[in-house]
């Protein structure tokens, strides 16, 4: 039902944006979410977006990404700024309803010091 992409090789200090597309709308979800997991590393949380709008963020990204949505669009979107090396991960996006998580294959994202 969510499919991430927008992954792909950037420099440190260089941005990115991840889109998360639903098959249905976005907007029938609960809450959606972005993850991340690093090589050898537990997936971990990185920001949220609730169906009211509001926002949260992994202390580790809070002022670097930006998460948003799009209703026209039928998109979220992770925007990634000032990246580093530390970001590098597959992100996966989540939605939440009904007390069910539904995920979306991840992306790469590889950020070169």
């Known amino acids: 039902q969510l499919q991430a992409c927008g992954g792909g090789l950037v420099q440190a200090g260089g941005s990115l944006r991840l889109s998360c597309a639903g098959s249905?709308?976005?907007?029938?979800?609960?809450?959606v979410a972005w993850y991340r997991q690093a090589p050898g590393s537990q997936r971990e949380w990185v920001a949220t977006?609730?169906?009211?709008?509001?926002?949260n963020y992994a202390d580790s990204v809070r002022g670097r990404f930006t998460i948003s949505r799009d209703s026209a669009a039928n998109t979220v979107y992770l925007q990634m700024n000032s990246l580093k090396p530390e970001d590098t991960a597959v992100y996966y996006c989540?939605?939440?309803?009904?007390?069910?998580?539904?995920w979306g294959q991840g992306t790469q994202v590889t950020v070169s010091s």
């Open positions: 989540n939605g939440h309803r009904d007390f069910t998580n539904y």
């Open positions: 977006i609730r169906s009211a709008g509001y926002t």
């Open positions: 249905g709308s976005i907007f029938s979800f609960d809450s």
